[in-house]
């Protein structure tokens, strides 16, 4: 599939207006412009010509000119409990260099109160001196151990030296002692995967109580896909009793108290009660059109939770529990895993044995059965090569090892019988990101630190410039423009309706990219032609003053079976023309101007490319 421009989105914006006025950027962005200005800076190229005007909004997704980057997982700690826990005050500016240090970044400093002022649309008031100072840390998406306040604190502080590397161990529970999960077989039609484990002993106060349910949410978010691979539920053991039982049954046949309500509900009527809470709605279809539903039962048949949605309220854990059972049900086994190991490990600091957690014993029906969690060090082989060569600078094995340390990686060194050094690296619970001898390889970078990494010439020397066909587009741009014409820049994703019948065209099933189980219908096929996107931009702006009179110079993508990836990009350009008279000598403008275009003259242009009208015709 060709790349898009932006990510799209499920949600239909407001209508538009035209404004060559370009909004205020985040700090972020801020941030990312000034990295450019630097590269840009310091490069020995003449800068490029300057853009022509181009229609802004950044709440339009169809116009924009802001750079759109991918969203990181962003984790907001109070920062006066950040250095607390750190063991050490810091500015502002040295804690940004810390964490850029490390390989993650202070996105934002902001209070609770500017947050929840900024949701209300309440920015003129005043802002209390004594309100706490939140810091947002941007970090990985693949760091999972760095989704709370407990993972980063503990990163920071083997990064700096003030911390040995956690050791977890899985307690020595006696077979017939130790907590079982049955699996029912029925559960394979829905969700057929589940892990559990206990925290024995935790200490919970406000903030750590809040920091765990706020882990929970943000691995919901990112690696369970929105609880759609996975679903944590966490229950007061004191409340239970085992074994427990994963079942699957049909809707009326489930009957609970939820959390946070008081009375109880068959499966149908709580997915319909649902249908109007803001956050729980967005779960609903992940089970709501299965004929059994997942339910899993302590020994009295007391519910602790309807995955993926909603836990039982008899076992909701409060500030006063000390034993905490864990169950993650899943689609995907390894990601359960991880999800697991993330909230045990990142918590068991708190519990009577430090970083000590107790299994559970899961059996499935056909007698199969597995003791989680596994927090089990897998080691891994690489060559100090591997290691040094890629990143350009000249290590010896001990010198390797304590680098590997600050990122939390425990190391040694072993020599091959040929004589080469290997390292050979333990890879704990928390690091399910280290999968390769490349992730091994960015961590000695980034605990050797990229700003001391010597500079040096490729050996390879090429002299860089822009591609024949974005420069011939450029021109093409600028000529557009000088005639009046404002430049657009929409999705590159559409409606098949759009595509299609919108333009009087038939769909032959060989033109258009079709995309696979698509989360909005307005985001349906790639675009075989531009004049969908121009002619919906128009219907935005439909109150804008006449004349109106944009164009886009974009690609649109064809089915190509000669292509090995089946398809191609071709760049095109539409212009339109909106205004209350025919507009007839616009045309002919156009039509002059195709001597531009003659395939003749296409040797004097770079790479051979030209200009030629399309032979598709839209309307009759």
């Given at each position: 599939?060709?790349?898009?421009?932006?990510?799209?989105?499920?949600?239909?914006?407001?209508?538009?207006?035209m404004t060559t006025r370009q909004s205020p950027l985040s700090p972020r962005q801020r941030r990312f412009l000034r990295r450019g200005r630097r590269l840009c800076s310091s490069s020995s190229s003449p800068p490029p010509p300057p853009p022509p005007p181009t229609l802004s909004n950044p709440t339009s997704p169809f116009l924009s000119l802001c750079v759109q980057i991918a969203a990181m997982p962003t984790v907001s700690v109070g920062r006066d409990r950040l250095f607390e826990a750190l063991g050490e005050t810091y500015t502002q500016e040295d804690f940004e260099k810390l964490c850029f240090e490390f390989?993650?970044?202070?996105?934002?400093?902001?209070?609770?109160?500017?947050?929840?002022?900024?949701?209300?649309?309440?920015?003129?008031?005043?802002e209390d001196e004594d309100e706490e100072v939140i810091y947002k840390i941007e970090v990985a998406a693949n760091r999972y151990d760095l989704l709370c306040l407990e993972g980063i604190v503990r990163a920071l502080r083997i990064f700096i030296?003030?911390?040995?590397?956690?050791?977890?161990?899985?307690?020595?529970?006696?077979?017939?002692?130790m907590l079982k999960m049955h699996v029912k077989p029925e559960t394979a039609l829905i969700r057929p995967f589940v892990v559990c484990a206990v925290l024995r002993g935790i200490t919970f106060d406000e903030a750590r109580y809040n920091s765990f349910i706020d882990l929970q949410d943000k691995l919901h978010q990112n690696i369970c896909?929105?609880?759609?691979?996975?679903?944590?539920?966490?229950?007061?053991?004191?409340?239970?009793?085992?074994?427990?039982?994963?079942?699957?049954?049909?809707?009326?046949?489930?009957?609970?108290?939820?959390?946070?309500?008081?009375?109880?509900?068959?499966?149908?009527?709580?997915?319909?009660f649902y249908r109007s809470d803001m956050k729980l709605k967005k779960f609903l279809h992940i089970i709501e059109n299965s004929p059994v539903y997942p339910v899993i039962y302590d020994s009295n048949r007391t519910v602790l939770s309807l995955p993926p949605?909603?836990?039982g309220a008899h076992s909701a854990i409060t500030l006063k529990t000390k034993n905490v059972f864990i169950e993650c049900t899943a689609t995907d086994l390894t990601k359960a895993n991880i999800v697991l190991n993330t909230m045990v490990t990142m918590f068991s600091e708190y519990c009577g044995k430090k970083f000590e957690v107790e299994p559970v014993?899961?059996?499935?029906?056909?007698?199969?059965?597995?003791?989680?969690?596994?927090?089990?060090?897998?080691?891994?082989?690489?060559?100090?090569?591997?290691?040094?060569?890629?990143?350009?600078?000249?290590?010896?094995?001990?010198?390797?090892?304590?680098?590997?340390?600050?990122?939390?990686?425990?190391?040694?060194?072993?020599?091959?019988?040929?004589?080469?050094?290997?390292?050979?690296?333990?890879?704990?619970?928390?690091?399910?990101?280290?999968?390769?001898?490349?992730?091994?390889?960015?961590?000695?970078a980034i605990a050797y630190g990229f700003n001391n990494i010597p500079k040096s010439k490729p050996k390879c020397m090429t002299t860089g410039g822009r591609q024949p066909l974005n420069r011939f587009s450029d021109k093409i741009r600028a000529e557009v423009s000088r005639a009046g014409y404002m430049e657009v820049l929409t999705w590159v994703l559409c409606s098949h309706?759009?595509?299609?019948?919108?333009?009087?065209?038939?769909?032959?099933?060989?033109?258009?990219?079709?995309?696979?189980n698509p989360r909005s219908s307005d985001f349906e096929v790639v675009r075989t032609s531009l004049m969908s996107c121009l002619l919906k931009t128009v219907k935005h702006n439909i109150d804008?003053?006449?004349?109106?009179?944009?164009?886009?110079?974009?690609?649109?993508?064809?089915?190509?079976?000669?292509?090995?990836?089946?398809?191609?990009?071709?760049?095109?350009?539409?212009?339109?023309?909106?205004?209350?008279?025919?507009?007839?000598?616009?045309?002919f403008w156009w039509m002059t101007n195709q001597r531009m275009g003659s395939q003749e003259e296409s040797m004097s242009m770079d790479a051979a490319l030209y200009l030629r009208k399309d032979l598709n015709t839209y309307f009759h």
């Open positions: 599939m060709p790349p898009c421009r932006r990510n799209p989105t499920t949600i239909r914006p407001p209508p538009i207006t390989g993650i970044e202070l996105d934002d400093v902001t209070t609770e109160k500017a947050i929840i002022r900024k949701e209300r649309h309440l920015e003129g008031e005043e030296g003030k911390e040995e590397i956690p050791v977890f161990k899985v307690s020595d529970v006696p077979p017939k002692s896909r929105k609880r759609s691979l996975v679903a944590i539920g966490t229950h007061d053991l004191d409340t239970i009793q085992g074994p427990f039982s994963y079942e699957a049954l049909p809707p009326p046949d489930i009957n609970f108290v939820p959390l946070k309500q008081v009375k109880s509900f068959r499966a149908g009527e709580l997915l319909e949605i909603i836990n014993e899961v059996v499935y029906s056909d007698g199969r059965s597995s003791i989680y969690p596994d927090l089990t060090v897998s080691n891994m082989e690489v060559s100090l090569a591997d290691i040094t060569g890629p990143i350009g600078i000249a290590l010896e094995a001990s010198e390797v090892v304590p680098l590997l340390n600050k990122m939390q990686l425990q190391a040694g060194k072993s020599l091959t019988t040929n004589g080469n050094c290997n390292i050979i690296v333990s890879v704990p619970p928390t690091r399910s990101d280290i999968l390769h001898a490349r992730d091994v390889m960015e961590d000695v309706e759009e595509n299609f019948a919108m333009l009087k065209r038939n769909d032959d099933g060989d033109k258009a990219v079709i995309i696979a804008h003053p006449r004349p109106i009179k944009i164009f886009e110079v974009g690609d649109v993508v064809i089915l190509d079976a000669a292509r090995d990836v089946g398809a191609a990009n071709n760049r095109r350009l539409a212009a339109l023309y909106c205004n209350v008279t025919s507009g007839f000598e616009v045309l």
